[in-house]
C-alpha cells in the first residue's frame, strides 16, 4: 500500500505540472498496474496501464500485460484500439500465453511466439563447452521448473516421472520452485537422482552447472508460460532439448528440437506449425492420475447448490473464458431447463463483468453461480456433485482435465486446429469418451443436451487405458533422429472413425390404436409409449454418428407405399453427407397449404399459435406463419431416418413438448407431437432429402384432378422460396382456392 501511494502520488502530479517527465511517469503507472493485476485487482490494473499506453504507446511488454489483464477480468471484446495501437499492432504484441486463448489459427500462433522471442531474446552465438552429443549408454536427463509443487504442472508429473528406466536413465531437477512443505513436494523430490536449486543462478550460472553435469537430454516444463527461464536453453547447454506441458503451443524458440505430444493433440498435419519437431507418445500426452487420494465429502447443499437441478461446472481459468464460448453456455442453459452453470470467483471484477454478461444474455442471474477457489481435494471432491464438466475453447483445460476423468464426471470439450485446442480430445480418446469431443459449438450444445437427457443413466467410472511409463517413451523417441524410427501412423485431425452410409431401422411396439394407418391426425396416437422407446434407444446404445437411423410402427410404415428394402436404397443413394432422408406421405395435402401447422388449423384452431410458443420456449428462431414449405418439406409422424444428432434434437424437443404447462400449447400435444419433425427443416441445420416425394401415396387416391392441382400448387411454393417474388405466392392462393371449392369439407 506504501508502494502504491507512493507512485499514485508522483503520477498525480501530471495534473499540476506540464513538464513532468513522461518515463517517469509511465514507470510509476507500469508499477501500479503490475502490482494490482498481482492482487487482482484487475479494475484498477487495466486503468493504470492504459493511462500509460496513452502517454507512450511504444511500450510492447506493457502492451501484453494490458491485454492479458482485460481477458483475465473478462472485458470483452480483449482488443480495444487505443492512439497509436491499432489492432493488429496490439495482436503483435499479445503474450504467447494471452494468444493461446484468443485465436484457433495456428500460424497466428506460432507468429506470435516468434514474435516475442525475437523482442524478447535478441540473437546470440554464444555457446557453452557442453556434450557434443548424446551418450549411447545411460543418459543424463534435465527438467528445469519452478512448478515441481502444488500446481497444474506438479499434479501431473509424478504420473510422467513414475516407471522410468533408472538403468537407462538419470533424472536431474534443476529447480527455482517457491519453497513449500507438502506432501506432494516431497515426493516429487524423492523421483530425481538429483535435486538442485538454480534459484539464487543467474540464468548462465545455470546453464553453467547444466553443461557441466553432462546433461544429454534437457527438458524445459516452462515454454514461454509465466516464469520462463528460456535464457538459460538459448545457451544450449545440452546437446538435446526439448519442451512438455508447461507451454501447450508452439514455441517459436530455435534452441528447442522437440516437443513431446500425441497424435490426436498434434496430429502430423498440424505439425508444420511447430518449430519443434513432436515426440509422440502412446495414448494421451496429459498423465491420467490413476491414484485415488482421499478426499472429503461434499454436497450440493454445502455448496448451496439446487439439489435436483441439472448441473454444470466450467473451472477452466478465467482467461480462457471467450465471448463465443461464453453464450454457448447461456444457450446451453437456455435449452435445459431447472440447469445451472457453476463458474470460479476467481476475483470481484470478473465476477461482476461475467454477471453482467448473463444479464445480457437474458438469463436468470440465480441460475449462474460462482465457487471460490479450494485445495486440490476439495477441488477434486466438488467435481462428484456435478452433472457435466464444460471446457474451454480454443484453450482447453489440461490438468483440470485430468481431475474431471479421475472424478467419473462427464466433460465436453471442442477440438480445433491448434494443439491447446486438442488437449481435451487427447484425455477423453485415452479414457474411452471419445464422443465427447466434437467439432464446432453447435455439437457442443447438443451433446450437453444429451447428457442432460442422460442424466438418470449414471455412467460408471472410466478405466483408464494402460500405456507404458511416458518418460521411458518420450525419451526414447527423442533420441531417434530419423523420422521413420518413430513409426508414426498420419491422421486425419478428427475424433470420428471412417466415413460410411449405414441405415439401421428400428421398430416400435404399436399403441392401442396402432392399427388406424387411414387416420392423417393420429399416426402415433400413443405418443408417450413411442417416446420412452425412442429414448431408451437413444440414450443406452453404442451409436455411430455417420450412421442414419430410423423408427417405425410397422403398420404406419405401410401407408407410404415403401418397404424397408426401399429405405436401404434410398439411404444408399442419398451420399454420406445427408443428415436427414424424409419420405412423409400424403404429400397431396401437404402441397395444399403453405406448412404442416397451417394445414392443422382446420382441424385443430390455435395449432400454429401453439407451434411459435412452442418454437420460443425451445429457442428456436423460426417463424411458423412465415414458413413456406414444398411437400418434400412438410414433415408427419416419424417418417424420417436421420443421424444421431438430428434424432437427440427431435429427443430435446419432445421431451420438452410433453413436458409442457402452457395452456396454449397442452390442447394441441397430441398434433404437435405429430408434426414435431418440421421444427427439424425449419430451421435449415440440417442437409437432408426426400424422397421422391410424388410417388409416394396420396390422401386422395381416387381423384386425380386434385392430385393435379397439388402438383401446381407445390411448383408455385418452390418458386416462391426460390426468388421471394410475391406473384407466385398470390396464384398459389388462387388454387388453393379453386381447389377447396371443388369439393367441400377438403
Known sequence: QKALLQWNSFASQRFLFATLEAELLCTALNHMGRLQENEKIYDLAEQALRESLKINPQQPGVVQHWIHIRQKACIWPVYEELPGLSLSRLRQYTSPLGMLALTEDPAVQLLTCQNFVQRTFPPSSERLSRKDKVAMGRKRVGLVSADLREHAVGFLLPEFLKGHDSEAYELYAYDFTPEEDTPLRRDLKRMFHHFIDISM??????AERIAQDGIDILIDMHGLSAGARAGIFALRPAPL???YLGFIGPSGMPWLDFVIADPHVLPPELAIYFTEKPVYVDGSFIPLDRKQVPIPTVTRQELNLPEEGFLMAAFGNVYKITPEMFQVWMNILKRIERSYLCLIDDNPTT???LKQQVEMAGVDPGRVRFLPRSDHPTFCARLRVFDVFLDTYPYNCGSTTSDVVNAGLPMVTRYGRTMVS????????????????VGDFEAYERKVVEIALRRQVRHDRRAFGRVSPMLNQALARACATAPASMNLTKTNGS???????????????SGANGDRAGSLVEPF???ATHLRQIRDYLLNRSMDEHSLYGFYVPEMLKCTGLSERDLENFALQAGA?????????????????????LLAEARSPGIARAAQRLADTAGLKVQVANWVSCADASMLGLFFIARRKVWMDWLELADRLLMQEDDAIRPHLPLLYVLLGNFLLMQNRYKFKAFDTFSLCAYMPSEEPRKGHALICDALKASYQKTNHRRYLDEFLKWVSQCTETRDGA
Open 351 to 353: 465476477v461482476r463483468h
Open 577 to 597: 453427407d445427408i443428415d436427414m432422408l424424409v419420405f412423409s406421405p400424403y404429400w397431396d395435402l401437404a402441397s395444399l397449404s403453405l406448412n404442416p401447422f
Open 241 to 243: 532439448q526439448g519442451t
Open 495 to 509: 475424433a470420428m472413425g471412417p466415413v460410411g452410409v449405414q441405415l439401421v431401422l428400428h421398430p416400435l411396439q
Open 525 to 527: 396416437l400413443d405418443s
Open 201 to 206: 543462478l543467474t540464468d548462465r550460472q545455470a
Open 422 to 437: 486438442r488437449m481435451g480430445l487427447s484425455i477423453l480418446t485415452q479414457s474411452g469418451d471419445a464422443d465427447h469431443a
